[in-house]
C-alpha cells in the first residue's frame, strides 16, 4: 500500500489531560477549538494562515482568545483534525489510502484550499490521489470502501465518483488482468465485498466502458449474490452475513429484499449471461423475502427464456403460502410454463422460412396445442412481450417436455397437491414438446399412487391429459395391467396398440382361428354366471388378456364364462358416463360419435361375439390350450 509524508517536524502534540490536546512551544497558545469532546489548545497564526473556516470563526467571535470555537459534526473526528492541525504546523503526516477520505474531508471543512494558501492539504491530497492512489487495485479498493463515512460530502468534493471511475477502468484495461482458475472474474470477489450501492455505481461504469462481456458482469453479479442473500449461497454451511447485534428479522429482510431487486434489475440482456439455475435461485430467494412483483414477474421471464436449461431441483421452489399446505410452488412453475408458451408461440408465429423436412412442417404448434391454457394470450400480449426471444429448437422443446414431467413426479408425490394444478401443469406444455407420452404416463401412474382415494371422475379427468397413440410398447404393457388406470383407459391403449401391430405387420386383423381354444369355447356359451363378487376378478382377467398374457390354470372355461357375462355389466357402467366419454374418445382420435365409437368397440355383438375378443388378442399370437 502506498503512502505519503507531509512535513518534516516532530510530533509536539500532547495531553494534559484525558479530554484535551495541546502543542510544546515556548509561545503560549491562544485558539480552543472543541472537536467532539476533545479541547485543543492552539495557536492562531500557523492555523489562520491555511484554514479560511477558522479565519472566519475568529472573526465572527472578535478576536477574544478565551473563546471557545466548537466544531460540530467535524468530518473524521477529533483524530482528522488533529492530522489538520499538524499540517499547519509542519509535523509529520502520513496519509495513506486508509485514512486519506477522511483528511480530505476535514481539509474541506476547514477551507484548506489553495485560496487559503498556496500547496495547501487539499491539493496535497488530491494530487496524491489521482497519480498514485487510483492506479492500483488494492489502493482504490481501500479508498472507495473509506467513502461510506461521510458518503454526502464525499459524493460532494468528487471523491466516490473518481474512485469508481478509477475502479472500472482497471476492471476493463487488458494490462490489469491477473491469471485467475476461478469461474468468477479476478475482480468479482473483491466487488463483492463493497455496499449495493457502490457495487451497482460500478458495475455502471464497467458496462458503459464497452470492454467487458455481459457473461462476466453475470458471473459478478452471481458472486455478490452469494456473498450477501443466504438463499443464494453456494453452500448451506456458508454464513455471508454479519449481522448487527440490534438488526431486527425485519430489518434484516427489508435489506435483503432491496438487495434482491437491485440485483434482478441489473441481470444483463443476453441470454447465456446468467444460467438458469442461478436466476431460480433469485426466485426462490424472491419468494421468500417478498420481493416485489416486478421483480418476480423478470425473473420469471428471464427462467423461461432458457428454461431447457433448468434441472428438476431447480424447479423445487418451497412454498411460503400460510393458506396452502403443499409442499412446493406449482403456480410459479405455471408462470414459468405460461411465458415459455408465449415464447414458443411468438417464435412460431414470426414468418421465418423452416427447414424443409422439419417436424414443425406437418405438426405446427402454434395450431394443433390444443391443451394449452395460455392460448387465449398468445396474440398480441405474447408478440409484444417475447420478440425478441430465440426460436424454440426441437431439442429445447423435447428437454422442456421431459423436464416438465421429471418435475410433475416430483411434486406429485406431496399428498395435498391438487389434481388441477397438476393438470394445469402438465396441459402448458406445447404438444410437440412430447414426442412420447410416456413421461406423462408415469406422472400419471405415481400421482394416481400418491393419492389412492381419488374419486372415479378424478381418475378419469387426470387421464385424459394422455394421449393413447404416443405411448411406447413398454408403457403400453404396463398400462394394460395398470390396476389404478380407469377401464376406458386400458381399453384405449388397448385399441391403439392393436393397431399398430396391425400397421406393423401389414395383414389384417387377426381371425378367429388365432384365437385358444378355451376362448373359443367360451364364445359357444350362452350363459354364464352372475356372481357380482367377482366383478373385480373379472376385470384383473380381461386386462391380463387384453395386454397379451398367456391364458394359464385359471382361465378355465367356467372362469371365461364368467368374464363373458360381466362384458355387458362394464358396457352399462361405461355408458353412465357417455357424456364424459365423448370428450376422452375425441381426444383418443376415434371416429363417428362417442356412443357409437364405444358401443362398437366395447360391446360384444350378440351375432359375432368373436369379433371384440379378436380385437383385444395381440396380433400373429396363437396359443394353445388345453381344454378343461
Not at 233 to 257: C, G, I, L
Not at 260 to 269: G, Y
Not at 322 to 331: A, F, G, H, I, P
Not at 389 to 418: C, H, M, T, W
Request: hydrophobic content about 45%.
Amino acid at each position: 500500500m502506498k503512502f505519503m509524508k507531509l512535513g518534516t517536524r516532530p510530533d509536539t502534540f500532547f495531553s494534559p489531560s484525558e479530554s484535551s490536546r495541546s502543542v510544546y512551544t515556548e509561545v503560549a497558545t491562544d485558539l480552543q477549538i472543541l472537536v467532539g469532546n476533545c479541547l485543543y489548545h492552539l495557536h492562531k497564526f500557523p492555523l489562520l494562515s491555511k484554514c479560511l473556516l477558522l479565519q472566519t470563526l475568529c472573526a465572527e467571535s472578535g478576536g477574544d482568545g478565551g473563546d471557545v470555537i466548537e466544531l460540530e459534526g467535524f468530518p473524521g473526528g477529533a483524530e482528522a483534525f488533529e492530522a489538520c492541525a499538524k499540517f499547519c504546523y509542519g509535523i509529520t503526516v502520513t496519509v495513506s489510502a486508509r485514512n486519506l477520505v477522511p483528511l480530505r474531508c476535514a481539509a474541506a471543512r476547514l477551507g484548506m484550499s489553495e485560496a487559503a494558501d498556496r500547496g495547501n492539504l487539499a491539493a496535497k491530497l488530491d494530487s496524491f490521489l489521482a497519480s498514485c492512489l487510483l492506479r492500483r487495485w488494492k489502493d482504490a479498493l481501500a479508498v472507495l470502501h473509506s467513502t461510506r463515512h461521510g458518503a454526502p460530502l464525499c459524493e460532494e468534493l468528487g471523491l466516490t465518483s473518481r474512485c469508481v471511475d478509477a475502479v472500472a477502468a482497471i476492471i476493463a484495461s487488458p494490462a490489469a488482468r491477473p491469471t485467475s482458475t476461478s469461474a468468477s472474474p479476478w475482480w468479482a470477489h473483491d466487488v463483492a465485498e463493497l455496499g449495493v450501492d457502490m457495487f451497482w455505481r460500478i458495475m455502471v461504469a464497467v458496462k458503459s466502458t464497452g470492454a467487458v462481456h455481459e457473461k462476466t458482469v453475470g458471473d459478478a453479479l452471481k458472486a455478490y449474490a452469494r456473498r450477501w442473500l443466504p438463499n443464494v449461497a453456494k453452500d448451506a454451511d456458508e454464513q455471508p452475513f454479519n449481522y448487527d447485534a440490534d438488526d431486527s428479522v425485519k430489518q434484516v429482510t427489508t435489506r435483503h429484499r432491496l438487495l434482491l431487486e437491485k440485483i434482478v434489475s441489473f441481470l444483463p440482456a443476453d441470454k447465456d449471461a446468467v444460467s438458469c439455475a442461478f436466476l431460480l435461485k433469485l426466485l426462490k430467494a424472491a419468494n421468500i423475502l417478498s420481493a416485489s412483483a416486478a421483480s418476480k414477474a423478470e425473473l420469471v421471464r428471464r427462467v423461461a427464456w432458457q428454461l431447457e436449461e433448468a434441472s428438476v431441483g431447480d424447479l423445487l421452489i418451497p412454498s411460503v403460502s400460510c393458506v396452502s399446505d403443499m409442499l412446493y410452488d406449482v403456480d410459479a412453475v405455471a408462470a414459468i410454463l405460461h411465458e415459455f408458451a408465449l415464447r414458443h408461440a411468438a417464435a412460431t408465429a414470426q414468418p421465418a422460412p423452416a427447414p424443409a423436412g422439419s417436424p414443425d412442417d406437418d405438426d405446427s404448434p402454434a395450431r394443433h396445442h390444443r391443451r394449452s391454457r395460455s392460448d387465449e394470450s398468445v396474440g398480441f400480449d405474447g408478440a409484444r412481450r417475447s420478440s425478441s426471444a430465440a426460436p424454440v429448437s426441437q431439442y429445447a422443446l423435447a428437454r422442456v417436455g421431459r423436464l416438465v414431467d421429471a418435475f410433475l413426479i416430483e411434486v406429485g408425490k406431496d399428498p395435498n397437491l391438487p389434481v388441477d394444478k397438476l393438470l394445469a401443469i402438465a396441459e402448458a406444455v406445447p404438444d410437440s414438446a412430447r414426442p412420447e407420452h410416456d413421461g406423462l404416463y408415469k406422472v400419471v401412474d405415481s400421482y394416481l399412487k400418491a393419492h389412492p382415494e381419488m374419486s372415479k371422475s378424478a381418475r378419469k379427468r387426470l387421464c385424459r391429459v394422455l394421449n393413447c397413440r404416443k405411448l411406447s410398447e413398454k408403457a403400453c404393457s404396463h398400462a394394460a395391467q395398470n390396476e389404478l388406470l380407469p377401464l376406458r383407459v386400458v381399453v384405449q391403449v388397448l385399441f391403439f396398440e392393436h393397431a399398430r401391430a396391425a400397421a406393423l405387420s401389414g395383414g389384417p386383423v387377426a381371425s378367429d382361428s388365432d384365437l385358444p381354444s378355451n376362448i373359443k369355447a367360451l364364445l359357444l356359451s350362452k350363459s354364464g354366471s352372475e356372481d357380482d363378487d367377482a366383478d373385480r376378478v373379472d376385470e384383473q382377467r380381461l386386462r391380463a388378456l387384453a395386454s397379451g398374457a398367456s391364458p394359464g390354470d385359471d382361465w378355465s372355461v367356467e372362469g371365461l364364462r364368467r368374464a363373458a357375462s360381466k362384458i355387458a355389466t362394464l358396457r352399462m357402467k361405461m355408458e353412465e358416463d357417455e357424456d364424459d366419454d365423448e370428450e376422452f374418445v375425441r381426444k383418443a382420435g376415434l371416429s363417428r360419435s362417442a356412443s357409437l365409437r364405444f358401443r362398437a368397440f366395447c360391446a360384444i355383438p350378440a351375432a359375432n361375439p368373436k369379433r371384440m375378443l379378436s380385437k383385444l388378442w395381440p396380433l400373429a399370437r396363437s396359443v394353445t390350450v388345453d381344454r378343461h
